[in-house]
């Protein structure tokens, strides 16, 4: 059992490491007189990871998630900033320069990646040397030109993690013996796919994708147990409560079919096929001994009811309705088994 949930942490921070690579942000600022008793502060996706002097330079070294824009932004001061957000080239390095023109704040990206457009925020306080005015100005563009620019040009993996309650049923039987069970279930499931949002047109429009992940579900069984027996033993029958966990990774294929109810929001349902070869732990309940067996013949049959909006800041925020269909086949000493669920599936871009 502990082998079991340390090889299931294990592959949680293998699907957390896919998606990050090392970049190293050079970063440094030109000098100049004007502004240079002000320090500037460097964030990069909002932590803050220097403050820069006045012709000063840093490395910067993180995981980052290629498939997403990072957002860099140059703050000195509660009145002056600058904000760009760019895509991390193919040699994972990114030289930027900051620094002052005039009164107002600069940051370039000059090399290691694109400029996307999209988020910025700008914001500045100006003085009128004619007649000495003094105006501030704040602007912010918001993010959805960048991911769907994003999504339109790279598509990109997204993972779906998806909350279950069930109903499921169990039988297994012989000449002499038969086991009959009901009860419920709580599943959840993990799923990679790789994501590239159709092109608007209006009519029914698909994508798909091949889809892998695991599943990790436990199930509560009331059972009965059915012996024909010669006399002199004759029929016996007995009830028990059962607990199961199971363990399955899957592997397959989705298609989404729908259509577009306007230039950015697409909705329909995603149908889902997998092979999903299992590992069932019965835990003991009445001081009895646990078992531990692997069913490499189990498939399961998905329905995503999706609704994936290109302007949005994450794919699909908003949990989506979710149905699904499993089966294991009696093979050898291991009962039918067939579940059926209804729960949420939430989408995140990687």
């Given at each position: 059992m502990k082998r079991i949930c340390l090889s299931l942490f294990i592959l949680l921070l293998a699907f957390a490491a896919m998606a990050q690579d090392e970049v190293i942000f050079e970063i440094s600022r030109k000098k100049?007189?004007?502004?240079?008793a002000s320090p500037v502060r460097i964030y990069i996706n909002g932590a803050e990871v220097t403050k820069l002097l006045n012709g000063g330079s840093y490395i910067y070294k993180a995981l980052i998630d290629k498939t997403?824009?990072?957002?860099?932004?140059?703050?000195?001061?509660?009145?002056?900033?600058?904000?760009?957000?760019?895509?991390?080239?193919?040699?994972?390095k990114c030289v930027l320069e900051t620094g002052f023109s005039g009164a107002s704040i600069f940051l370039n990206l000059l090399s290691g990646g694109v400029n996307m457009p999209g988020t910025g925020a700008v914001a500045d306080v100006k003085v009128d040397r004619e007649d000495l005015s003094i105006s501030y100005t704040a602007t912010q563009t918001h993010a959805s030109d960048t991911i769907r620019q994003?999504?339109?040009?790279?598509?990109?993996?997204?993972?779906?993690?998806?909350?279950?309650?069930?109903?499921?049923?169990?039988?297994?039987?012989?000449?002499?013996?038969?086991?009959?069970?009901?009860?419920?279930?709580?599943?959840?499931?993990?799923?990679?796919?790789?994501?590239?949002v159709p092109e608007y047109e209006p009519g029914?429009?698909?994508?798909?994708?091949?889809?892998?992940?695991f599943t990790g579900s436990d199930q509560f069984f009331v059972t009965k147990t059915k012996i024909d027996a010669p006399p002199p033993v004759g029929t016996m029958t007995d009830k028990s409560f059962n607990i199961n966990m199971m363990f399955s990774f899957n592997g397959g294929y989705t298609v989404g079919l729908g259509k577009f109810k306007?230039?950015?929001?697409?909705?329909?349902?995603?149908?889902?096929?997998?092979?999903?070869?299992?590992?069932?732990?019965?835990?003991?309940?009445?001081?009895?001994?646990?078992?531990l067996s692997l069913n490499m013949?189990?498939?399961?049959?998905?329905?995503?009811?999706?609704?994936?909006?290109?302007n949005a800041a994450k794919l699909a925020p908003k949990a989506q309705s979710k149905l699904t269909f499993f089966a294991l086949p009696p093979i050898k000493d291991m009962p039918l088994f067939?579940?059926?669920?209804?729960?949420?599936t939430f989408y995140q871009k990687m």
């Open positions: 100049a007189l004007v502004g240079s997403k824009p990072v957002i860099i932004q140059a703050n000195a001061g509660l009145l002056k900033k600058r904000e760009i957000t760019i895509n991390v080239g193919e040699g994972n994003q999504w339109l040009s790279k598509g990109g993996r997204i993972m779906g993690t998806s909350y279950i309650g069930g109903a499921s049923y169990t039988r297994m039987s012989d000449d002499m013996f038969s086991m009959t069970g009901m009860g419920g279930n709580i599943t959840i499931t993990m799923s990679l796919l790789n994501f590239k029914l429009k698909t994508w798909h994708s091949s889809v892998f992940g306007n230039e950015t929001k697409w909705k329909g349902a995603a149908l889902e096929l997998t092979y999903r070869p299992s590992l069932v732990i019965s835990l003991p309940t009445n001081g009895g001994k646990g078992d013949m189990g498939f399961g049959f998905d329905v995503n009811f999706n609704s994936f909006t290109s067939v579940s059926v669920g209804f729960g949420l």
